[in-house]
């Protein structure tokens, strides 16, 4: 089995390190005489039904029986009031040097002490859908939170019978089950706008008076994450496709993005079916680092109800939705208005189903890795020959904050913002990741590609030339003349793109790539001045030095 559920006498002990004060303390709630097993998925889907406030739609599910719906299943709606995004000051996690564990641990207790009157419902899941990588995670939350407590059993992969014959015969890891505690009941009189402690390194978490079902998902992929990390793989927040060929060998491309940045619409599109394509996921999943294979760690799809207007075909596989209006069709149905009328960041949960070249496991090793940049420095595609810039790019991925996130008010939602390797999720310092990416780089031999989709030098980069420029990366369409050298850059040049000329010649444009980079090195200077005993290799800080001075 993968990890540890159950324990011997003799592991019983303060000194075994699966255990700590936080993890007991939340593993004990799981145990409490007023918390009930959801056995089933057909069970989860009737307690959500009745949950206070949920509408039952009058659009069908699919493939119900697949999924352990009651026949006849249809999609739920299930709204919040103003907090419609993630909350990501409220997470605290035990083991950052600028915490206070003690005071974590005992706020914890009380904060589960104060829900100890209400009801709770608990189930086990799935996190990785490989024998070669799987992780069994328990979530409990309040009876009245049925709703989120499906969607989570339909975002991974419910622990049934067919989940037990693959998990008897999976890999294992010196590693604890993983355990999450939720109550979006309870408010932390020291967190009034949401409180989250992580014990990553103990694979546990909960989160007070937090609705948003991405806290859950993202929150149990945190600990999912940082537990592949420390076992040999490099934890992806992006989307992985395959192209398979018959006269070559596979392209396997990684794209690595926050949401909003095009990896969803990179990841799924099948170029009108000319090509062999498979889809191993579209935000979660591992590769190996020493073979260079890929696990997807979820089966579904948390995605935006905006992007697919009322009568698309995706929304056929909608299942339970989250923060979206209703309303009734001319023949007096219940259905929903899915752009973003009511609120942003309406969400669903959809089934894999969506996407018929789905797998779980990509054996072939890793192709290439492309960075999703909203920098408007950046012509639309970059290839980066050393390894260290390549990591360093990704560490300093440049982009644009979204709906998806609660943030500040004020918050300009056109500032660039450095998000390393488009993971806000990570449970260990920045310097690991750094590490594993770099692996893909130089000891599997990944290539590394930029897309910038934003706009260039003010002019906007529609999807079509994106899609088409990995499209001819696949195919082997772009020959050697078409990549021209990005100034005297070592290792790095540029596609010539019609329409996207690149002046490096042109005083402003240096100007404004100088500024960029430095954008860059500035972030890396001070997140090692705000984390001091964790800081990101020097050989990140040198290769930008490096490039400012050639600009200057």
Not at 234 to 247: I, L
Not at 492 to 509: A, F, I, K, W
Request: glycine share 6%; proline share 5%; aromatic share 12%.
């Amino acid at each position: 089995m993968s990890t540890q559920e159950r324990y011997a006498n003799d592991e019983l002990r303060k000194a075994n390190p699966k255990f700590s004060r936080v993890r007991s303390t939340i593993e004990s709630a799981f145990y409490g005489n007023n918390v009930h097993e959801v056995t089933s998925v057909a069970e989860a889907y009737n307690l959500a039904k009745k949950q206070s406030g949920v509408i039952e739609t009058d659009l069908p599910i699919l493939h119900t029986k697949e999924l352990g719906l009651p026949q006849g299943a249809k999609q739920l709606v299930y709204n919040h009031g103003k907090i419609l995004g993630r909350t990501a000051s409220a997470r605290h996690f035990v083991d950052d040097p600028k915490e206070d564990p003690e005071a974590l641990a005992g706020n914890l207790r009380e904060d589960i002490f104060k829900g100890h009157n209400q009801q709770f419902l608990k189930a086990t899941v799935l996190v990785g859908l490989d024998p070669s990588y799987t992780v069994k995670a328990h979530i409990m939350m309040p009876e009245d939170q049925a709703f989120n407590l499906l969607s989570y059993i339909l975002n991974f992969h419910f622990y049934d019978d067919e989940a037990e014959k693959m998990y008897k015969k999976s890999k294992f890891y010196d590693e604890g089950d993983i355990y999450f505690y939720s109550d979006p009941n309870v408010t932390d009189d020291d967190y009034p706008k949401g409180f989250g402690v992580f014990d990553a390194p103990h694979n546990c978490a909960a989160v007070f008076g937090l609705r948003y079902f991405g806290e859950l998902k993202k929150g149990t992929l945190t600990l999912a994450w940082a537990m592949a990390h420390r076992n040999g793989y490099a934890a992806c927040h992006g989307g992985e496709k395959s192209f398979h060929f018959k006269d070559k060998d596979d392209k396997v491309f990684a794209f690595y993005g926050l949401s909003g940045s095009g990896k969803s619409t990179l990841t799924h599109e099948m170029y009108d079916g000319k090509y062999d394509i498979t889809v191993l996921h579209d935000d979660a999943f591992i590769i190996s680092r020493e073979d260079g294979s890929s696990v997807a760690l979820e089966p579904s799809y948390f995605d935006k109800t905006h992007d697919y207007p009322a009568g698309h075909h995706e929304t056929e596989y909608y299942t339970t939705i989250m923060n979206c209006a209703v309303t009734e069709n001319e023949e007096g149905k219940k259905v929903i208005v899915t752009e973003d009328l009511r609120n942003g960041n309406g969400r669903v949960i959809k089934t894999r189903y969506t996407s018929p070249h789905r797998v779980d496991f990509e054996k072939a090793p890793i192709t290439a890795l492309f960075w999703i940049m909203k920098d408007g420095s950046l012509p639309p595609l970059l290839k980066v020959d050393d390894p260290v810039l390549a990591t360093t790019m990704g560490c300093t991925l440049a982009t644009k904050r979204t709906s998806a996130e609660n943030l500040p008010e004020g918050f300009d939602m056109n500032t660039l913002v450095i998000e390393p390797f488009a993971d806000p999720f990570r449970a260990y310092p920045v310097s690991g990741d750094y590490t594993d990416f770099k692996e893909l780089f130089t000891k599997r031999g990944a290539e590394c590609y930029i897309l910038n989709t934003d706009a260039f030098m003010g002019k906007d980069i529609p999807k079509e030339v994106t899609k088409k420029i990995v499209e001819d990366l696949a195919t082997d369409a772009i020959s050697a003349s078409d990549w021209k050298p990005f100034g005297n850059f070592k290792g790095v040049s540029y596609l010539s793109v019609p329409g996207y000329e690149v002046h490096l010649d042109d005083p402003e444009y240096q100007k404004t790539l100088a500024k960029r980079m430095q954008d860059r090195l500035d972030w890396l200077n001070n997140y090692d001045k705000d984390h001091p005993t964790q800081p990101i290799q020097d050989e990140a800080k040198k290769t930008l030095e490096d490039i400012i001075k050639e600009l200057s």
